[in-house]
């Protein structure tokens, strides 16, 4: 065993556990944070999309031990304390950014890094910024809406943000 | 999927990183972004008796300038290449192929030192190394040792690094002025490559062509000698010995490998 110490959602944690681990199941399991989901557990889908020292990483496939000494933020960490949902996330209700919910998580914490990343994206860098994402429900025109939508929200709006869909 | 149990050790320099090695010999692996080597431990394709991280090794991190080449270090994730003003100034075809790397997740955690390490012959970096002409920085027992990429790479998977050597730096010739395309063929967005192909300056080199990354020798020998482009990409297949799979047989390879070729020493980039 090994002893790790890091932040998640911004509380300080530490724990023994085996190298092995991964980090999705440190915070499904160990944590009870059910948000990030595990889908194809081949670093392809991004269902378990969290945030490492706020960058997004696929937590199927980055060990609990790699994340000691940092940060981790997952979907649940975005929520305010009363309850208010991040500007990414009331995107994704407004704009039906999602449907049967799976990929919703990941979506999200892929979304909050590409905006930090770049806070003006066109529609085809939000495309491509969530290539590593896959949604089988929505064919993607109301995520990419959401995101785009956050961007404004956040950034003000930019002349390049019209989705045609 | 769960890997297999190891021991985790995390070492604070590269000199400490050697000494592990030495201390586990051959049943140690390095782990740097862990993109290569933990889905092939968790399907047990390896099975690591111990792991050695060499991540949080400051000194084998970052992109500088020494002399006439860019000194890229090992553990410098695909974003950091990808978005670094100074490489895409002086090696603007290594960002390039950093960015087509996976997707923004896994660029946030794979390093070139671990892509060139894993030698995937259809992976981004490597084409792009040979294309460049740089090479390896290999530090072991012995020393420090400099691999041209033309030599680095053995096989499928396999290259000259020894069970206790250590990739430390990946060294690129300075080329602000230099033509440049790069070309990769995908099915979906963030595969690996069905056939890729990179030109730079006379040189070309091609992904999934061969158990490495190959150089399209007759190509560059028709560059040479006066050809068009289009008269030397129809060499580019020449000496390869590409695979067949689900995605594209032989032939189907050949024929891309010509096509991109031609595109690539076009400078195109899309």
Same mark, same amino acid.
């Given at each position: 065993?090994?002893?790790?110490?890091?932040?998640?959602?911004?509380?300080?944690?530490?724990?023994?556990?085996? &190298?092995?681990?991964?980090?999705?199941?440190?915070?499904?399991?160990?944590?009870?944070?059910?948000?990030?989901?595990?889908?194809?557990?081949?670093?392809?889908?991004?269902?378990?999309?969290?945030?490492?020292?706020?960058?997004?990483?696929?937590?199927?496939?980055?060990?609990?031990?790699?994340?000691?000494?940092?940060?981790?933020?997952?979907?649940?960490?975005?929520?305010?304390?009363?309850?208010?949902?991040?500007?990414?996330?009331?995107?994704?209700?407004?704009?039906?950014?999602?449907?049967?919910?799976?990929?919703? &998580?990941?979506?999200?914490?892929?979304?909050?890094?590409?905006?930090?990343?770049?806070?003006?994206?066109?529609?085809?860098?939000?495309?491509?910024?969530?290539?590593?994402?896959?949604?089988?429900?929505?064919?993607?025109?109301?995520?990419?809406?959401?995101?785009?939508?956050?961007?404004?929200?956040?950034?003000? &709006?930019?002349?390049?943000?019209?989705?045609?869909? | 999927?769960?890997?297999?149990?190891?021991?985790?050790?995390?070492?604070?320099?590269?000199?400490?990183?050697?000494?592990?090695?030495?201390?586990?010999?051959?049943?140690?692996?390095?782990?740097?972004?862990?993109?290569?080597?933990?889905?092939?431990?968790?399907?047990?394709?390896?099975?690591?008796?111990?792991? %050695?991280?060499?991540?949080?090794?400051?000194?084998?991190?970052?992109?500088?300038?020494?002399?006439?080449?860019?000194?890229?270090?090992?553990?410098?994730?695909?974003?950091?290449?990808?978005?670094?003003?100074?490489?895409?100034?002086?090696?603007? %075809?290594?960002?390039?192929?950093?960015?087509?790397?996976?997707?923004?997740?896994?660029?946030?955690?794979?390093?070139?030192?671990?892509?060139?390490?894993?030698?995937?012959?259809?992976?981004?970096?490597?084409?792009?190394?040979?294309?460049?002409?740089?090479?390896?920085?290999?530090?072991?027992?012995?020393?420090?040792?400099?691999?041209?990429?033309?030599?680095?790479?053995?096989?499928?998977?396999?290259?000259?690094?020894?069970?206790?050597?250590?990739?430390?730096?990946?060294?690129?010739?300075?080329?602000?002025?230099?033509?440049?395309?790069?070309?990769?063929?995908?099915?979906?967005?963030?595969?690996?490559?069905?056939?890729?192909?990179?030109?730079?300056?006379?040189?070309?080199?091609?992904?999934?062509?061969?158990?490495?990354?190959?150089?399209?020798?007759?190509?560059?020998?028709?560059?040479?000698?006066?050809?068009? %482009?289009?008269?030397?990409?129809?060499?580019?297949?020449?000496?390869?010995?590409?695979?067949?799979?689900?995605?594209?047989?032989?032939?189907?390879?050949?024929?891309?490998?010509?096509?991109?070729?031609?595109?690539?020493?076009?400078?195109?980039?899309?």
């Amino acid at each position: 065993m090994t002893e790790i110490k890091l932040t998640v959602n911004g509380t300080a944690r530490s724990d023994e556990v085996e &190298p092995r681990l991964l980090l999705i199941h440190y915070l499904r399991e160990t944590l009870g944070l059910r948000a990030a989901n595990v889908g194809c557990d081949t670093t392809s889908c991004g269902a378990c999309t969290v945030l490492l020292d706020g960058e997004s990483v696929k937590s199927c496939t980055v060990l609990a031990v790699q994340a000691s000494n940092r940060s981790v933020t997952t979907t649940e960490g975005l929520v305010a304390e009363d309850g208010t949902m991040s500007a990414v996330q009331q995107a994704f209700r407004e704009n039906h950014g999602l449907q049967c919910g799976f990929c919703t &998580p990941g979506m999200v914490m892929a979304a909050t890094s590409l905006l930090a990343e770049n806070p003006h994206p066109t529609e085809q860098e939000v495309r491509e910024g969530l290539e590593g994402n896959f949604c089988r429900c929505t064919g993607y025109h109301n995520i990419v809406r959401s995101v785009l939508a956050a961007a404004d929200k956040l950034a003000g &709006p930019s002349s390049s943000t019209e989705v045609n869909a | 999927m769960i890997p297999a149990s190891f021991d985790y050790e995390v070492a604070d320099s590269a000199a400490h990183a050697l000494a592990l090695l030495a201390e586990h010999g051959e049943d140690a692996k390095l782990l740097a972004g862990g993109h290569s080597l933990l889905p092939m431990m968790k399907v047990r394709l390896a099975q690591p008796a111990v792991l %050695i991280d060499i991540a949080r090794v400051a000194e084998l991190s970052g992109i500088r300038i020494e002399g006439d080449e860019v000194v890229i270090g090992a553990t410098t994730r695909h974003a950091e290449l990808a978005g670094s003003d100074l490489l895409k100034a002086e090696a603007p %075809i290594l960002a390039h192929a950093a960015a087509q790397v996976g997707d923004p997740q896994i660029r946030h955690r794979g390093t070139i030192g671990g892509s060139l390490a894993h030698a995937d012959p259809s992976a981004d970096l490597p084409m792009a190394l040979l294309a460049l002409g740089g090479s390896v920085e290999i530090t072991g027992p012995a020393g420090v040792r400099t691999v041209g990429a033309d030599d680095f790479f053995t096989g499928p998977f396999e290259s000259v690094i020894g069970p206790d050597e250590l990739l430390t730096a990946v060294r690129a010739p300075r080329g602000a002025g230099v033509a440049w395309g790069y070309q990769k063929f995908v099915r979906r967005a963030n595969d690996w490559a069905i056939v890729g192909a990179a030109a730079y300056g006379g040189r070309v080199a091609l992904a999934s062509m061969g158990g490495t990354p190959l150089r399209a020798t007759a190509t560059e020998e028709a560059l040479k000698s006066g050809a068009s %482009i289009a008269e030397a990409a129809q060499l580019a297949a020449e000496g390869t010995s590409p695979g067949y799979d689900f995605h594209a047989d032989v032939d189907y390879r050949q024929h891309l490998a010509r096509v991109l070729t031609k595109r690539a020493l076009e400078g195109k980039t899309g």
